[in-house]
């Protein structure tokens, strides 16, 4: 396992992160508590630091769980990530930013976990409602209290990311230091601003869906639709839903990620994932196993890097449309002095 520090932060992370959005979850893309539990001791084992869970997970299932696992681990060695804004219950103010959604979020996330201090404590989506300076104050207060020790944001556009940012700045609140996105050959809308911004501004991504809900595994085929696993049971919605996957663009990019597997001797998912980790604004990648079996083959690509031949052609067959105005600063806006 490798390891690097979060974002503006001496927090040191495992660069493989444990998900647990599905722990306790009951149904075919869940995995109960006996299973759950097994997989934070192998993760830990194999040298991982780093579990993310969020209290709307499960309906607080997820942290629970976590919380009666780590108890037989050393609570210091563990990064334990959560997160607040989802909805918690069918009050008006059983969700979104405002401080006292945080604050009893926060309180409540302590108790399902049993710990003090929550390490890396996520805004979970952008509130609409809620005036960011609002939002901003009652996470500082939250680390003033030593109730959680850094912040991080996830499912904000890059403006709203950038504003936080200067608030903090300029108010000396304290900064996020992680983001966490989707992100994967399948999914590089976030490389138009935000992988920039990420680096600009130092702060660590930490993928979320780096196999696009299942998709990059290589055990779906052209033309079949899926009967199990994750993406069988998405919502049309969702962002890892079947029909968003199932298009030719996804396909080829699934030839491609074929081949180098094969050469390589290893899993479509190992390939996947050591493709992310050679991003440098991306600091640790979440996966979210649901056996045993998928996550020995997903901590496979800890160490597993890729030549800069197998980089350029994953990189060229998942490539997006830029858009506008991004292909015209490219076309048009190279100024050098020599």
């Given at each position: 396992?490798?390891f690097?520090?979060l974002g503006?932060?001496?927090?040191?992370?495992?660069?493989?992160?444990?998900?647990?959005?599905?722990?306790g979850?009951?149904?075919a893309?869940?995995?109960?508590?006996?299973?759950?539990?097994?997989?934070?001791d192998?993760?830990?084992?194999?040298?991982?630091?780093f579990?993310d869970?969020?209290?709307v997970?499960?309906g607080g299932?997820s942290e629970?769980?976590?919380?009666r696992?780590?108890?037989?681990?050393k609570?210091?060695?563990?990064?334990?990530?959560?997160?607040?804004?989802m909805?918690?219950?069918?009050?008006?103010n059983?969700?979104g930013?405002?401080?006292k959604?945080?604050?009893?979020g926060?309180?409540?996330?302590?108790?399902?976990?049993?710990?003090?201090t929550i390490?890396?404590?996520?805004?979970?989506?952008w509130?609409?409602?809620t005036p960011?300076e609002?939002?901003?104050?009652a996470?500082?207060?939250?680390?003033?209290a030593?109730?959680?020790?850094?912040?991080g944001?996830?499912?904000f556009?890059?403006?709203?990311?950038m504003?936080?940012?200067s608030?903090?700045?300029?108010m000396?609140?304290?900064?996020?230091?992680?983001?966490q996105y989707?992100?994967?050959l399948?999914?590089?809308?976030?490389?138009?601003e935000?992988?920039?911004?990420?680096?600009?501004?130092?702060?660590?991504?930490?993928?979320?869906g780096?196999?696009?809900?299942?998709f990059?595994?290589?055990k779906?085929?052209?033309?079949?639709?899926?009967?199990?696993?994750?993406?069988?049971?998405?919502?049309?919605h969702?962002?890892e839903?079947?029909?968003?996957?199932?298009?030719e663009?996804n396909w080829?990019?699934?030839?491609?990620?074929?081949?180098?597997?094969?050469?390589?001797?290893a899993?479509?998912s190992?390939?996947a994932?050591?493709?992310?980790?050679?991003k440098?604004?991306?600091?640790s990648?979440?996966?979210g196993?649901?056996?045993?079996?998928?996550?020995?083959?997903?901590?496979?690509a800890?160490?597993l890097?890729l030549?800069?031949?197998?980089?350029?052609?994953?990189?060229?067959?998942?490539?997006i449309?830029?858009?506008?105005?991004?292909?015209?600063?490219?076309?048009?806006?190279?100024?050098?002095?020599?």
């Open positions: 396992m490798k690097q520090t503006q932060s001496g927090l040191v992370i495992s660069r493989l992160c444990l998900g647990t959005m599905i722990f979850e009951q149904n893309r869940g995995a109960d508590e006996k299973t759950s539990a097994a997989m934070i192998a993760y830990i084992e194999a040298g991982g630091n579990i869970t969020a209290d997970y499960v299932v629970e769980i976590v919380g696992v780590l108890k037989k681990h609570r210091s060695q563990i990064v334990l990530a959560t997160k607040v804004r909805p918690m219950g069918n009050g008006p059983d969700l930013l405002s401080r959604h945080i604050i009893e926060c309180e409540a996330s302590l108790k399902r976990l049993d710990v003090e390490d890396l404590y996520y805004v979970h989506l509130d609409p409602l960011l609002e939002t901003l104050r996470l500082d207060d939250l680390v003033a030593g109730k959680v020790r850094y912040i944001v996830s499912n556009k890059a403006w709203q990311l504003k936080a940012l608030l903090s700045d300029c000396g609140y304290s900064r996020f230091i992680a983001a989707q992100h994967s399948v999914t590089r809308d976030i490389e138009r935000f992988s920039e911004l990420f680096i600009e501004e130092n702060v660590g991504e930490v993928v979320w780096p196999l696009g809900g299942g990059l595994s290589g779906y085929k052209k033309g079949d639709k899926p009967k199990e696993g994750r993406i069988s049971i998405t919502p049309n969702a962002e839903a079947w029909q968003r996957r199932s298009i663009h080829k990019i699934l030839d491609a990620l074929g081949e180098i597997a094969e050469a390589r001797g899993s479509y190992q390939i994932l050591a493709w992310l980790l050679a440098p604004e991306v600091a990648i979440i996966i196993a649901r056996t045993m079996a998928q996550l020995h083959d997903n901590l496979g800890a160490d890097e030549t800069e031949e197998e980089m350029t052609q994953l990189h060229t067959v998942s490539q449309e830029q858009g506008y105005p991004y292909r015209m600063i490219e076309a048009y806006g190279a100024r050098n002095l020599d």
